[in-house]
C-alpha cells in the first residue's frame, strides 16, 4: 500500500511507513517543459555577468549582474524585473567579452578592467635601485661642452675684471680679446703690471683642452689646463696636473664655472702676496 501510494505522488499515514519519521513532505513540484533555450541566473560564465560602468545594455532594477535572453518566453524563477543582456540586441562577441572580463575581474587580484573595458594587468612596480643608465657621450657633445665652457670662462673674466676695478682703488683689470678661441687679462695696481694671463680653446695636448698661460700671447705654452672628461652619466671638467697637485685644489671634476674661479683664483695670487 505505502509504494502505491508513493508512486502516485503522496504519502500514507505515520503507521504505513517508517515510524521514525513523523513529518510528512510536500509533494515534488511537476517538472516544467523545456520550451526555450535561455542561460539562467546560475551560469557562472555569462549567465551572472557583472555589467561594467556605462555598459551599453539596459538593465531594469537590478546594477549588479544579468542574465542573457534570446526572446521574449518567461522563465520560472527568473524574475522579471532582473536586469539582462538581450542577445537580439548585442553580438555574441559582445557577450563573451563581458565575461571574460567579469572572469578575469574575479580570478586574480592583479588582473582588473580599464575603464574603456579592455582588461589590463596591474601590479605594484619594483624599485629599480636608483639606476644609473650609463650613458656615450659623441664627439660633438664633447666639441660643444669644450665650447660652452670656454665662452663661459670668458664671460666670467671680463664682469670680474670689471668688478675688481671698480670695488679696489689702485687696482685695474683689463679684459681683451685676441680671437674666437683666445683671449687676455691684466691686472694693474698703482699702474703697474702684477698680474697676466692667456686662457685658450685647445692645448699641447689635444684639442680637448682649456689652457691657461702666464704669458697672455703665448700660443705653445701653459701653465694649467682643464680637459673634457665624462663618468658614463655626465661630462665635465677635468683639472690639469698643476691644480690638482697644486695643494689648493682636490676636485676632480669641475663644471665651467667652477673652472672659471680656478683659472681666477691663479690670476689674483700674486695681489696677496
Not at 551572472?48 to 555598459?55: N, Q, T, Y
Not at 624599485?127 to 669644450?146: H, M, S
Not at 678661441?181 to 680653446?201: D, E, M, P, Q
Not at 696636473?241 to 689648493?248: A, E, L, R
Request: proline share 7%.
Amino acid at each position: 500500500m505505502a509504494s502505491r501510494r508513493l508512486l502516485a505522488g503522496g504519502f500514507g499515514s505515520h503507521h504505513d511507513v517508517n515510524p521514525t519519521y513523523h513529518t510528512t513532505r510536500p509533494a515534488l513540484r511537476p517538472v516544467q517543459p523545456r520550451r526555450t533555450r535561455a542561460f539562467g541566473p546560475r551560469q557562472p560564465a555569462i549567465g551572472r555577468a557583472r555589467l561594467g560602468p556605462g555598459h551599453p545594455a539596459k538593465m531594469a532594477r537590478s546594477e549588479s549582474a544579468a542574465d542573457i535572453r534570446i526572446d521574449d518566453t518567461e522563465i520560472p524563477g527568473i524574475r522579471p524585473t532582473l536586469g539582462y543582456l538581450d542577445l537580439r540586441q548585442h553580438t555574441i562577441e559582445e557577450v563573451a567579452d563581458l565575461a571574460a572580463e567579469k572572469i578575469l575581474s574575479t580570478a586574480s587580484p592583479v588582473l582588473g578592467a580599464s575603464p574603456g573595458g579592455k582588461t589590463i594587468k596591474t601590479g605594484t612596480p619594483l624599485r629599480a635601485r636608483n639606476l644609473q643608465i650609463k650613458k656615450e657621450f659623441t664627439e660633438l657633445e664633447r666639441d660643444t661642452f669644450l665650447e660652452e665652457a670656454f665662452e663661459e670662462i670668458a664671460r666670467s673674466f671680463e664682469a670680474s675684471l670689471a668688478n675688481l676695478t671698480a670695488e679696489h682703488p689702485g687696482i685695474v683689470g683689463r679684459f681683451r680679446r685676441v680671437n674666437a678661441n683666445h683671449f687676455t687679462a691684466l691686472v694693474y695696481r698703482n699702474g703697474s703690471t702684477v698680474s697676466k694671463c692667456g686662457i685658450r680653446l685647445g692645448g699641447l695636448h689635444g684639442h680637448n683642452q682649456i689652457s691657461y698661460s702666464d704669458d697672455p700671447n703665448s700660443t705653445n705654452s701653459m701653465n694649467d689646463s682643464v680637459s673634457v672628461e665624462d663618468d658614463t652619466k655626465s661630462l665635465f671638467l677635468k683639472p690639469g696636473y698643476s691644480s690638482m697637485f697644486g695643494g689648493k685644489k682636490s676636485k676632480s671634476n669641475l663644471s665651467p664655472q667652477e673652472a672659471a674661479e680656478m683659472f681666477w683664483e691663479r690670476l689674483l695670487a700674486p695681489l696677496e702676496r
